[in-house]
């Protein structure tokens, strides 16, 4: 029952529709737009193909059917038709044509599917059967089988022809001779009502017809939904993608959680998203620390310079010393984040192979032992044949060099350098260096790790702060460990320091 209220809303909802046409007509060709997207999708196009394949195959399905069925009802119908011909024959050959028209009369009392008419030729007198008239098709079909339809009284209950049915049948017409030299001769019709298998013939083709615009209308349907769940999840990857590409490098693709290859996908983008940000942020924070880093001594050499141009030939001299003393030491920082970037960048992963950790440890104690026994240092050498690890054998040799150089300049106050190769408790191989010297506090051990990070205690020290950063980069390279730990007891009760370097084993190829 429509109220007064009804009516006020519908009035005030076309008044908004003719104030806002354009409001309508822009969802509307949103809507179409949509749709339209959806058909051009490539998981639409892909359901409508194998819709068609499954059509195909639905269509010959019916055809087999059809085959094995109807088919093999009209051969059976056939040789019915042939093996009561052949019975007639045998009766007319044996006992004439009265016996004939007998056992045709007492066959049409039946009231059966089977159909029969004996003429008498030339007169062309129908002497029995039920059929009333010669199909016109027999005349041409002499000997063959042919379709036709027939008219059949309807009998009411009481007996009484209430009406006519056209119905299908199938028969043969076969002329009988008593002789070859005989000139009267008879015409037999056999045939057989069809009707119940044309009936269940159309209504298979109806249903099959019904089958296949069902499977089009449902196979359409599953596509786009399909596509839609399928556009929705790529238009996902998409506003991730715009959003980063607009400088919001923090975005991720979201997953469902379904473990499908979809969420595989995003898994693997986003650990690609991880790394780029990682890359732009570490290439952020180079720059800031150049600037800030080598801001001081390009400025002292500015100022150097200046003065040395006003100075006397040995004032210009030691200007001269110590510009060319600051400017190694920035190509040493310059090298070092050159080396930094290159392994972060991934350029090492092709040249990774097998290497022994202890043939390295024993190459780099031999290269720098003239230069701990000139700092005063023991250098002592352990090793236990650890597994072999599969990397770039220059790197590696690059992060013990650089935890050497470490020890050295920064151990004060120690007498021991212990290097060590050896397997990994928890499996793999581990390489580390060990002094007995002041030290790291354990709140600083994974700030010193970044780039250009020095502490108080070592500022007095020539360095750039990124030995250890590299050494960083090396171990995220070689999907390795770094840790900083307690290292060499000393005298008077403190620790030095352990840097420590542990491999996974390498996988057999």
Do not use: C
């Amino acid at each position: 029952m429509t109220t007064n209220t009804d009516l006020v809303e519908g009035a005030r909802e076309t008044r908004r529709r003719k104030k806002n046409p354009s409001r309508a007509k822009s969802r509307r060709k949103r809507a179409t737009g949509g749709v339209i997207r959806l058909f051009r999708t490539t998981s639409f196009r892909f359901t409508l193909f194998f819709v068609l394949l499954f059509t195909w195959a639905v269509g010959v399905l019916g055809a087999f059917v059809y085959r094995a069925s109807f088919g093999a009802a009209s051969e059976q119908t056939d040789v019915i038709i042939d093996a009561e011909l052949s019975v007639l024959a045998n009766l007319f050959g044996d006992d004439g044509p009265g016996m004939l028209t007998r056992v045709i009369r007492q066959r049409t009392a039946w009231r059966d599917d089977s159909i029969y008419m004996l003429i008498g030729a030339p007169s062309g007198v129908s002497l029995a059967g039920n059929l009333t008239a010669l199909p016109p098709e027999a005349l041409t079909a002499e000997g063959a089988f042919f379709d036709f339809v027939y008219e059949r009284p309807v009998l009411d209950a009481a007996g009484r022809e209430a009406g006519v049915q056209i119905r299908p049948a199938r028969g043969k017409l076969v002329r009988f001779r008593a002789s070859s030299e005989a000139e009267q001769s008879f015409l037999v019709v056999v045939a057989r009502d069809v009707s119940t298998r044309e009936f269940l013939r159309d209504r298979l083709a109806e249903v099959f017809k019904r089958i296949i615009v069902a499977t089009i209308i449902l196979g359409v349907i599953v596509g786009l939904l399909f596509s839609r769940s399928l556009l929705a999840r790529v238009e996902t990857v998409n506003k991730t993608a715009r959003a980063i590409r607009a400088g919001d490098l923090s975005r991720r693709i979201p997953r469902t959680g379904a473990g499908d290859e979809l969420d595989h996908l995003s898994e693997n983008l986003n650990s690609m998203l991880d790394q780029i940000e990682r890359l732009m942020t570490g290439m952020h924070d180079v720059s800031d620390n150049i600037a800030h880093d080598l801001r001081s001594p390009l400025t002292r050499i500015r100022n150097r310079l200046t003065d040395a141009m006003k100075s006397g030939p040995e004032e210009k001299e030691a200007a001269m010393q110590a510009t060319l003393e600051d400017s190694e030491r920035m190509l040493s920082t310059f090298n070092a984040l050159l080396s930094i970037a290159r392994i972060g960048s991934g350029e090492s992963a092709r040249k990774m192979e097998p290497i022994d950790l202890v043939a390295v440890s024993e190459e780099m104690a031999e290269l720098y032992e003239p230069a701990a026994q000139e700092a005063g240092f023991d250098l002592i050498l352990i090793t236990a044949p650890p597994p072999p690890i599969k990397g770039s054998r220059e790197l590696v040799s690059q992060a013990v060099a650089n935890f050497l150089d470490n020890a050295l300049k920064y151990a004060a106050g120690g007498t021991r350098i212990e290097l060590k190769a050896a397997p990994d408790p928890n499996g793999g191989a581990i390489i580390s260096v060990a002094d007995d010297g002041a030290g790291i506090a354990p709140k600083d051990r994974t700030r010193v790790l970044e780039r250009f990070v020095r502490l108080e205690e070592s500022r007095t020290t020539p360095g750039s702060g990124l030995g250890l950063s590299l050494v960083a980069a090396i171990a995220r390279a070689h999907n390795a460990q770094l840790t900083l730990e307690d290292g060499l007891s000393r005298a008077d009760g403190g620790v030095g320091l352990r840097m420590v370097l542990r491999f996974p084993a390498a996988k057999s190829d």
